[in-house]
């Protein structure tokens, strides 16, 4: 797996797992970054303001999607868990961006850990905060990993209101980053 240094995390290519990579829009631009990365497939989930840059060099899944609590971004779970799938089976890795890299890149990255590692949400979180600790999909992306944790587990795995889930996140990243060392939330 790559190493990743704290700073690189907040506008980077972040390594998720050896076939998964998350970033935000200045990292999409990053060619040479992805290359070295190997990636070969990318999944742009704000096609709406995002460009799809390197067509000669990827394979990309574009979905528009608004990172508005409106949006059905559970819609494209399945589309983007097979785009990953197909490209894994064929060898590849993918890179999944947003905008920010936080909220729609998130959600998705999210999903397929759910589904390919067979993770309970919570564990997923935590673990791909980890790895980039800016992460934070809206509150109804969130509820919608929370619809699919139930229907894959029987049971939520974090079940936070509004403000709780606000709180979490940002513990988490001061953990990330060194700055809290336990918490009750968690």
Known sequence: MLRITPVE???SICCVLPHL???DRWASQNREGLLKCGVTHVINM????????????FVYLTVNVDDVGEEDIAAHFDSTRQFIESAVASGGKVFVHCEAGRSRSATICLC???CSQQWCLKKAYKQLKK??????PNYCFYLALCQLDEEMFNARSMNLTFEQYR???IT??????GFVTRCNIL
Do not use: H
């Not at 096609?47 to 799809?52: F, I």
């Not at 988490?172 to 980053?177: D, I, K, S």
């Open 172 to 177: 988490l990243e001061a953990r990330a980053n």
């Open 9 to 11: 995390k907040w506008s």
């Open 112 to 114: 397929y850990l759910m």
């Open 21 to 23: 990579f998350i970033g």
């Open 167 to 169: 709180v979490y996140n």
């Open 46 to 57: 704000a096609g709406k303001t995002c460009p799809s840059s390197y067509s000669d060099d």
């Open 131 to 136: 790895q980039r600790p800016v992460i934070m």
